[in-house]
């Protein structure tokens, strides 16, 4: 059974500095591996979807990683900035289980002024 | 702007009564899913649907049923609420596999 384990659980920063969040996961037979942003009180956004095949995507200030063989997945953000604290959730499919997402329990970002 | 209705947004329920939760999708995308989301657990699939007219069992589908009548409606209902069902329903829907999930706001869900 696949397990998403996503370390620290919560973080602060100062805004600007750089930063990185982790996600681990069990069973490296995946499709891909995507990363989500979830305000409080609302749903989840999808921020990049990384392909097994793939090493890294990028969007904006937001890099992922993917290192399937290890079964890691990093996040890294550029120049945090204050509207950046949400919690983020990693997440990832399976090969074999028909677009069935295992979810990490997430690292809730807090950036500071 | 295109994306994913559900409702209500917030629901307190009796227990032993029944309950459907809506969800709506206008992007025209095969496959929907319900997640609830407790803390602690995180995110647990109940139930998938990859096209219309097709539902399967996710991690945790005891105590309730979908139907996937046509692409866009994909309703969760629970048969008799208890307690241990009080969480926060998410609704999903991506195009096929291996395509990025989206979300609906999210209903919560009371049982006392």
């Avoid at chain 1, 399976?94 to 997430?106: D, M």
């Avoid at chain 2, 917030?10 to 496959?31: E, K, P, V, Y």
């Avoid at chain 2, 139930?47 to 105590?63: F, I, L, W």
Wanted: hydrophobic fraction near 30%.
């Amino acid at each position: 059974k696949q397990e998403v384990t996503q370390i620290p659980a919560a973080l602060s920063v100062p805004e600007g500095e750089n930063l990185v969040l982790n996600c681990s996961f069990t069973d490296s037979a995946i499709y891909n591996l995507q990363w989500f942003r979830q305000d409080p009180g609302k749903g989840l956004t999808s921020l990049l979807l990384i392909q097994s095949s793939q090493r890294e995507q990028t969007s904006g200030r937001l890099n992922a990683s993917l290192d399937k063989s290890s079964g890691r997945s990093t996040l890294y953000i550029a120049a945090s900035q204050p509207g950046d604290s949400a919690t983020y959730l990693c997440a990832v499919e399976n090969t074999g289980t028909a677009s069935k997402l295992t979810f990490g329990t997430g690292t809730r970002l807090q950036v500071t002024l | 702007i295109a994306g994913i209705t559900q409702a209500p947004t917030s629901q307190i329920l009796a227990a032993g009564r029944r309950m459907t939760l809506r969800c709506t999708q206008d992007m025209r995308h095969n496959a929907m899913y319900w997640y609830r989301q407790d803390l602690g657990l995180g995110l647990r699939l109940i139930h998938y649907s990859n096209t219309a007219g097709t539902t399967g069992k996710g991690e945790v589908p005891d105590g309730y049923s979908v139907s996937r009548a046509n692409t866009d409606d994909f309703p969760l209902t629970l048969a008799s609420a208890v307690p241990s069902q009080t969480s926060v329903y998410f609704c999903a829907s991506s195009e096929q596999y291996n395509s990025p999930l989206h979300f609906g706001n999210g209903t919560r869900l009371t049982v006392t």
